[in-house]
T-cell receptor, first 112, second 110 residues
Framework: DAGVTQSPTHLIKTRGQQVTLRCSPK?????VSWYQQALGQGPQFIFQ???????QRGNFPDRFSGHQFPNYSSELNVNALLLGDSALYLC???????????FGPGTRLTVT | GQSLEQPSEVTAVEGAIVQINCTYQ??????LSWYQQHDGGAPTFLSY????GLEETGRFSSFLSRSDSYGYLLLQELQMKDSASYFC???????????FGSGTQLTVLP
């Protein structure tokens, strides 16, 4: 039983570019949440997707957008990249009814 | 808003017991979770408390006092592999986002 998977593992982009990160949830899970983790900090909630719709959103600008597909996988898109967007981006999956969130290994994004 | 406070660093020796405290201020509260994260790795779920009291899972235990907005993670019989960052995280509501503390870096010395 595969856990949460994310791709790519590492990514280097230039300021102003756009990036797409991908996540496949743990088998059976229908809800995907995205978090941003800066070095030395705890993960910060970006948004959560359920039934292909954004169900909740944290304090992140509209440059951050997402999508969930019918198979529950999800994408995180970031436009007009800033240096401050450099971080580890984590995807977590869970059941909509609640319970433990399982995290993927993350995508390390470096913006230069 | 939400805020959580936990010590930034804790050091202990192998075989010892260590307690990592977490205090929180949140506009909603459904439960408190603890996660472990090794350098470069994914956060791994350790425990969850929704009600007051102690939850035990092997060498790890977690405690919650809702009236005091306080919880702790207790690690017993410390091993070198327990060296990692430990995060407390509040569930403001069921099946909703987690709000994490800044993490406690635990170093276990031989």
């Amino acid at each position: 039983d595969a856990g949460v998977t994310q791709s790519p593992t590492h990514l280097i982009k230039t300021r102003g570019q756009q990036v797409t990160l991908r996540c496949s949830p743990k088998s059976g899970h229908d809800t995907v949440s995205w978090y941003q983790q800066a070095l030395g900090q705890g993960p910060q909630f970006i948004f959560q997707y359920y039934e292909e719709e954004e169900r909740q959103r944290g304090n992140f600008p509209d440059r951050f957008s997402g999508h969930q597909f019918p198979n529950y996988s999800s994408e995180l898109n970031v436009n007009a990249l800033l240096l401050g967007d450099s971080a580890l981006y984590l995807c977590a999956s869970s059941f909509a009814r609640g319970g433990e969130q399982y995290f993927g290994p993350g995508t390390r994004l470096t913006v230069t | 808003g939400q805020s959580l406070e936990q010590p930034s660093e804790v050091t202990a020796v192998e075989g010892a017991i260590v307690q990592i405290n977490c205090t929180y201020q949140t506009s909603g509260f459904y439960g408190l979770s603890w996660y472990q994260q090794h350098d470069g790795g994914a956060p791994t779920f350790l425990s969850y408390n929704a009600l007051d009291g102690l939850e035990e899972t092997g060498r790890f235990s977690s405690f919650l006092s809702r009236s005091d907005s306080y919880g702790y993670l207790l690690l017993q019989e410390l091993q070198m592999k327990d060296s990692a960052s430990y995060f407390c995280a509040v569930h403001p509501g069921s099946a909703r986002q987690l709000t994490f503390g800044s993490g406690t870096q635990l170093t276990v010395l031989p």
